[in-house]
């Protein structure tokens, strides 16, 4: 049966770019074949240029997203470790759950859902911690946070920095911002299929890092022999069999945001980010997030009363395979979460979801 092409504006996975895609039905190579582990240092070198980072230790884990996480923290954190974690959305609850897992001694510090990440008081949670941990830009709420500012305080602590949703779709520059590790994922903003973890750590956190970390695939001591600091050296390590088409396909994606030109990339979200929050506006929906810190490739709206969150979303998909998604947790019915991320960041795009939501809530 063939599968049908479906709209996906949710919370990610995105359409990738058609480079991408057409990259995915390249010759598949092996993962020792020295024309791949070419794409492979290119890979991780035009993965530098997107997180605004001259960090040697830059790579593509393979593994999705959250595999990103837990390799940042079982690198850098162990029993006893402090840790503190700001919570504003889901993600920065999954944070503590990883750093809890690791042995680490967790300070949460909550913040009401739809919020940017105080910085004032997540400095003050602890006098001394090994890591400070926040996400950049909530999928679970459409908030971002800034960075620079915790950096700014962080003292002696380590900054690990979620940026799963904001890498490709709005600017991320680590090393001016003072980030020592972040992680992110293929499938949103840099417009490629779900199966990569883009990750980088400085050699300020390398040094501290836990020599042997609970995780043997996610060992970065191990996966450096292979990728990131081992570009160029002439001899690798065999570690694992890398998703060889994943890389290529991430190549292509990359190149093709890099071509456009990163300032005209976070331009189109901006505008494509815009023109869908007036659109929901004037339809008389309201925007979830706080207003100054709403994500261009993020949207998170509330449900209007009387109407049926779940409902609408199945008529989106059925009748214009159109996908939309639903809020978590508390607000898993209340809110909608709209993605124009990557190849999606286009008023066109923007047209069809107003239109077919317009439509449907009318009826």
Known sequence: MPLRARTLLGPGPSNPYPEATVALAQPLLGHLDPVFLGILDETSD???????TAN????PLSATGSAGMEAAFVNTVGPGDVVVVAVNGLFGERMVDVASRC???????????????????????????????????????????????????KGDALLLADCVTSLGGIPVQLDEWGVDL??????????????????????????????????????LGMLGGYAGEAAGSGGRTYHHTAPTGMVVSLHAGLGRVLEEGLDAVHARHAEAG????????????????AEGYRLPELTT???????????VRKELLERYDLEIGGGVGAYAASVWRIGLMGHNARPDTVTLVLAALREVLGR
């Open 46 to 52: 035009r993965l530098r240029q997107v997180f605004g």
């Open 56 to 59: 040697r230790r830059t790579l």
């Open 103 to 153: 042995g680490a001694e967790v300070v949460r510090v909550e913040h009401e859902w739809g919020q940017p990440v105080d910085v004032d008081r997540v400095l003050a949670a602890h006098p001394s911690p090994k890591l400070i941990a926040a996400v950049h830009a909530e999928t679970s709420t459409g908030v971002r946070s800034d960075l620079a500012p915790l950096a700014a305080g």
């Open 182 to 219: 972040a992680y992110s994922g293929s499938q949103k903003c840099l417009g490629v299929a779900p199966g990569l973890a883009p990750f980088t750590i400085n050699d300020r956190a390398w040094a501290r890092r836990i020599e042997k970390p609970r995780s043997w695939y996610l060992d």
């Open 274 to 289: 815009r023109l869908l929050h007036e659109g929901l506006q004037e339809m008389g929906l309201e925007l979830f997030a």
């Open 301 to 311: 709206v509330r449900v209007p009363d009387g109407v049926d969150s779940a409902a």
